[in-house]
C-alpha cells in the first residue's frame, strides 16, 4: 500500500479515509420534512431571507430584500480568480504580519527558501492564521491569533517531502502551530505589530497547560508523565476562537486526532477502541499526517495511550498576563471544536454556544451553573454547569437535551471526555459539519454555519446509503435539505422566552448557498438571497460586528468550474439579518481560506486572516506562500462595512 501524501489530503478527507461517516445526517431529514411539510422552496418561499420572524410565518424572501433599504456602506465585489487579495472601491488593505515575522528582535530572520530554523521558531508569527480576537485596555490593544497547522513541506528540507527526520523537525512543527499573542498599533504608515512588546507570548505543542472540570484527576486523563491527570503539553490544532466577557481567550481545538499515531501494533481495551474510532485517531503502522510518534512517544499511543483524552477542549488564555497558565475546560467537552460563540442569559449565567466539525457530529451549548459580575469571581464559569446538545425539529422548533449521567449512562468525567458518544445516547441531531457559531448583539438569536456535506446520498461499496457515527443512514432533514450539499448553509436558531437559557428554541435557515446560474431553481439553486452577483460555497468563519451585520467568510471548493462556475476564490461576505440582503466584500487570494475576523477597538479597522494561499502570496513570485492577516480600512477612515 503507498504511503499518503497528506500534504495533498484535507482534514474532512482524512476523517472520512480513518472513520467513514453517514452521507446524509439527522438534520438533512428534518429540513426535508419541513420543506415538505411547511412549503418552504416550494414556491416563492425561502428560508432565512430575513424576512421571516420565526412563529409568525413567512413573506417572500426575495420581495423583503428588494423592498428593504441597505445596510451596506460598499458596493458588491465581483468574484475574482487572482493570486491576491481584492476590496471594494473606496477601501484598501494591507498586510500586518506573516508567518515567520519576529515577535521579538532576536527572531531568526525568514529565509524565502528555507523558512524558519528550530531554533527561535517560538518567537515568530506562526503559521496557517485562523480565528482571532483584539482586546484593548487603556488604549492598548493585543490582537491573539490562532495558527491551525503547518505546511510541512514548506517547512521541512525539501528533500523531505514534508515528513521530520528527527525530533528537532517536530518541534519546529510544533512550535509554529498554536497561539499567538501580540501587541497591535497603528502609526502613520499603517498597522504594525510591536515587536518585543511585553505582552508578545506564543503557546504552541509543548507549552504547559492545566485541565479544569470533570475530567481532571481522571483516570482517563493519566499518563507517566503526569500521574495526577491534572496537567499537560501543548494545545492543538486550533481553529476557531471566542472570547469571555471578563475579557479572556478562547482558542479550540479542532482536528487534533492527526497528531497521533502508533510505531507498533497495538492492542486496546474498550474504551480506547472505541473512542479512538469516533475521534478518528489511527492505530494503523503510519507515518500520518505529522508523524511526532516517531520521535515524541507523547504522540505514540502504544505508549501513552492515553494522550490522545487530553486534546480537544476549550482552551482559556489570559492575553494580558504571559506568565499565566492556559485552562483546558474539560466542562465544555472534547470534540473537534470550530469555534466558542458565547452569550449572556436574562439572569447573567454564561452560554457558549459550540459545534463539532465533522460530518454526523453534533452542535453543543454550555450553561454555566453561576451567573457572570462584572469584577466578580469568573473561577467556575466555565467548569460549573451544564452541557447540552441540539436537538432539531421538523416542526421549526428545537431543545437542547441536557448530557447528564441519567440520561447517557455515562459519568460526568466519561461526557467530558467522549462528548461524542453522549450525543448519540440522547439522540442528537447529526449535522453536516456544523463550524463557526456567531451570536447577535442586536437581536436574541444565533448563527451556525453548516460549511457541506458532498458525501450525502452517495453509496458505500455494497451499494448501501451511507451510516453516520450512530448507524443512522444519512439521508436530507430538515436543517440539511439537500441530498448532495455541495455548497452548505446557515442555520439560525431564536431560543423561547428571548433567553439564551432556555431549553427550546425555533430555527430556519438564514441562507442557503447554491448557484442560480447553474441550477435555475430548486434547493441547488439557493435560497432568495442568494443571486448571479453574491454566489458562495461552503460558509465556514463567521462574525457579527457591534452594528449586527453577519460576516461571512468562505472555505471551499475555489475551481470555477461545473457547480461552482461564477464563485471564483475563497471570500468574505457581509449579510443583513434583518432584510436577507448578503454582498461580497472582500476575495483572497486562489487556494486560500478566508478565515478570522475581528476589529480594531474605534471599529475602523478590520483584520482578516489568509490561510493557506496557494499563489506565491503576499510577497509575489519566487517567494514561499505565506499565510498572513491583511488590515482594511476605508479610504476615508470612517467605520469599516
Known amino acids: 500500500m503507498s504511503q499518503i501524501n497528506y500534504d495533498d489530503v484535507s482534514f474532512d478527507d482524512e476523517d472520512e479515509m480513518k472513520f467513514p461517516r453517514a452521507d446524509v445526517q439527522g438534520f438533512d431529514r428534518v429540513v426535508e420534512q419541513a420543506v415538505s411539510r411547511r412549503g418552504f422552496l416550494g414556491g416563492a418561499l425561502a428560508f432565512g431571507s430575513g424576512a421571516a420572524v420565526m412563529g409568525t410565518g413567512l413573506l417572500n424572501g ?82 491573539v491569533v490562532n495558527s491551525e497547522y503547518v505546511n510541512a513541506k514548506i517547512n521541512l528540507p525539501a528533500e523531505q517531502e514534508g515528513q521530520p527526520a528527527s525530533a528537532d523537525d517536530v518541534v519546529r512543527l510544533q512550535n509554529f502551530q498554536g497561539v499567538t499573542v501580540m501587541e497591535v498599533a497603528e502609526g502613520e504608515n499603517g498597522w504594525d505589530v510591536v515587536v518585543d512588546s511585553p505582552y508578545n507570548r506564543r503557546i504552541h505543542h509543548r507549552t504547559p497547560m492545566v485541565f479544569d472540570g470533570p475530567a481532571a484527576r481522571h483516570d482517563l486523563l493519566k499518563t507517566a508523565a503526569d500521574p495526577a491527570g491534572t496537567q499537560s503539553l501543548g494545545t492543538f490544532n486550533n481553529c476557531g476562537s471566542g472570547r469571555t466577557p471578563w475579557g479572556t481567550y478562547l482558542t479550540c481545538e479542532e482536528n487534533f486526532n492527526g497528531y497521533f499515531g502508533t510505531t507498533e501494533e497495538v492492542s486496546l481495551g474498550d474504551v480506547h477502541a472505541d473512542g479512538f474510532k469516533r475521534y478518528g485517531v489511527s492505530t494503523k503502522v503510519d507515518p500520518g499526517r505529522y508523524n511526532y510518534h516517531s520521535f515524541d512517544p507523547r504522540f505514540d499511543i502504544s505508549k501513552t495511550p492515553n494522550e490522545p483524552h487530553r486534546a480537544g477542549y476549550i482552551v482559556e488564555v489570559d492575553p494580558w498576563n504571559p506568565d499565566t497558565t492556559p ?23 454564561v452560554v457558549v454556544y459550540m459545534g463539532d466539525d465533522e460530518r454526523g457530529e453534533y452542535m453543543y451549548k454550555w450553561l454555566s451553573r453561576d451567573v457572570y459580575v462584572p469584577g466578580g469571581d469568573t473561577s467556575t464559569l466555565l467548569s460549573e454547569g451544564q452541557l447540552f446538545v441540539a436537538k432539531f425539529n421538523d416542526d421549526g422548533t428545537g431543545t437542547w437535551l441536557a448530557l447528564t449521567p441519567e440520561d447517557t449512562g455515562m459519568s460526568e468525567a466519561e461526557i467530558a471526555v467522549f462528548t461524542r458518544m453522549a450525543g448519540t445516547a440522547v439522540s442528537a441531531t447529526t449535522m453536516d459539519r456544523p463550524e463557526w457559531i456567531a451570536v447577535n448583539p442586536t437581536a436574541v438569536e444565533a448563527y451556525c454555519c453548516l460549511t457541506n456535506n458532498s458525501r450525502r446520498g452517495a453509496l458505500d461499496d455494497d451499494g448501501n446509503i451511507r451510516t453516520n457515527a450512530a448507524g443512522e443512514p444519512m439521508v ?54 442568494i443571486n448571479a452577483g453574491n454566489m458562495f460555497n461552503s460558509p465556514d468563519g463567521m462574525q457579527f460586528d457591534s452594528t449586527g451585520l453577519l460576516w461571512i467568510q468562505t472555505d471551499g471548493d475555489d475551481d470555477n468550474e461545473g457547480d461552482f462556475l461564477g464563485m471564483g476564490n475563497n471570500q468574505m461576505l457581509a449579510g443583513d439579518p ?5 454582498r461580497r466584500f472582500l476575495t483572497g487570494p486562489n487556494g486560500s481560506e478566508v478565515t478570522g475576523l475581528t476589529w480594531s477597538a474605534d471599529r475602523r479597522t478590520m483584520f482578516v486572516g489568509i490561510q493557506h494561499p496557494g499563489a506565491p502570496f503576499p510577497d509575489g513570485e519566487g517567494t514561499l506562500p505565506r499565510s498572513s492577516i491583511v488590515t482594511v480600512k476605508r479610504a476615508d477612515n470612517a467605520l469599516v462595512g
Not at 327 to 349: S, V
Not at 502 to 525: C, H, I, K, Q, R
Open 578 to 582: 434583518a432584510t436577507g440582503e448578503i
Open 476 to 529: 436530507p432533514n430538515a436543517p440539511n435539505p439537500r441530498e448532495v450539499n455541495r455548497y452548505g448553509q446557515i442555520v439560525r436558531w431564536r431560543p423561547h422566552n428571548s433567553d439564551h437559557a432556555a431549553s427550546t428554541f425555533d430555527w430556519d435557515l438564514y441562507v442557503m448557498a447554491g448557484n442560480p446560474e447553474v441550477y435555475t431553481d430548486g434547493l441547488y439553486a439557493g435560497t432568495a438571497n
Open 327 to 349: 485552562i483546558k475546560h474539560t466542562a465544555l467537552g472534547r470534540f473537534k471544536h470550530e469555534n466558542a460563540a458565547y452569550a449572556l442569559a436574562q439572569n447573567g449565567q
Open 62 to 143: 426575495t420581495s423583503a430584500v428588494a423592498q428593504q433599504t441597505s445596510r451596506f456602506a460598499f458596493e458588491q465585489l465581483a468574484p475574482q480568480m487572482d493570486g491576491t487579495v481584492h476590496v471594494p472601491a473606496g477601501y484598501n488593505w494591507d498586510v500586518l504580519v506573516r508567518w515567520g515575522d519576529p515577535l521579538f528582535n532576536d527572531a531568526p530572520a525568514f529565509d524565502p527558501v528555507a523558512g524558519i530554523p528550530t531554533v527561535g521558531s517560538d518567537r515568530v508569527f506562526g503559521e496557517n492564521t485562523d480565528g482571532m480576537e483584539l482586546f484593548h485596555q487603556r488604549g492598548t490593544e493585543l490582537l
